[in-house]
T-cell receptor, first 111, second 115 residues
Framework: DSGVTQTPKHLITATGQRVTLRCSPR?????VYWYQQSLDQGLQFLIQ???????AKGNILERFSAQQFPDLHSELNLSSLELGDSALYFC??????????FGPGTRLTVL | AQSVAQPEDQVNVAEGNPLTVKCTYS??????LFWYVQYPNRGLQFLLK??????LVKGSYGFEAEFNKSQTSFHLKKPSALVSDSALYFC?????????????FGAGTRLAVHP
């Protein structure tokens, strides 16, 4: 158990809908990261937050957004969902720039 | 741009034999390298990292990795494979600077250890 929690574990929704994925980092970790794992794209970095501020953006679509709250938990919002958004979404956390610890992921299925 | 490559989609090993999972990297500056393992329906678990120092890095579950600067490689090794080591292994390099920090992953190598 890495100490990073993600909810929900599974999410099934329809095209065009909006969903919110939630992540709680390890105690004491100020950095939160979101990654997407899909069969065709592999593991891709989406976005990083540090203590509430956005620090880096990767291949994140404009339909996707994220935020980190004062209690350090983070949410990833995915809107206008398409079939191709079906993937495993991971959250990770770290202390400053040390190794990242990953949560169990949320499996999103868009029908 | 930082990148890593895992040249093998799958590695097959007999239980008890040594295993190697290959990774090569391309970075500007000093490389910060990592290995993660993913078991079915699980998240990624951190195995080990190289930042500086000894070229042989020891990690979790008996794994180790050898950093080779001249060959730009960071191969994962284990002296004696277990069936329970069967999983998906990812090599990653840290891309950082200006307050940001992200991991660039390889495509992954599926390790199958046969009894």
């Amino acid at each position: 158990d890495s100490g990073v929690t993600q909810t929900p574990k599974h999410l099934i929704t329809a095209t065009g809908q909006r969903v919110t994925l939630r992540c709680s980092p390890r105690s004491g970790d100020l950095s939160v990261y979101w990654y997407q794992q899909s069969l065709d794209q592999g593991l891709q970095f989406l976005i990083q937050y540090y203590n509430g501020e956005e620090r880096a953006k990767g291949n994140i679509l404009e339909r996707f957004s994220a935020q980190q709250f004062p209690d350090l938990h983070s949410e990833l919002n995915l809107s206008s969902l398409e079939l191709g958004d079906s993937a495993l979404y991971f959250c990770a956390s770290s202390v400053l720039n040390n190794e990242q610890f990953f949560g169990p992921g949320t499996r999103l299925t868009v029908l | 741009a930082q990148s890593v490559a895992q040249p093998e989609d799958q590695v097959n090993v007999a239980e008890g034999n040594p295993l190697t999972v290959k990774c090569t990297y391309s970075v500007s500056g000093n490389p910060y390298l990592f290995w993660y393992v993913q078991y079915p329906n699980r998240g990624l678990q951190f195995l080990l990292k190289y930042i500086t120092g000894d070229n042989l890095v020891k990690g979790s579950y008996g794994f180790e990795a050898e950093f080779n600067k001249s060959q730009t490689s960071f191969h994962l090794k284990k002296p004696s494979a277990l069936v329970s080591d069967s999983a998906l292994y990812f090599c990653a390099v840290r891309d950082y600077g200006g307050g940001y920090n992200k991991l660039i992953f390889g495509a992954g190598t599926r390790l199958a250890v046969h009894p």
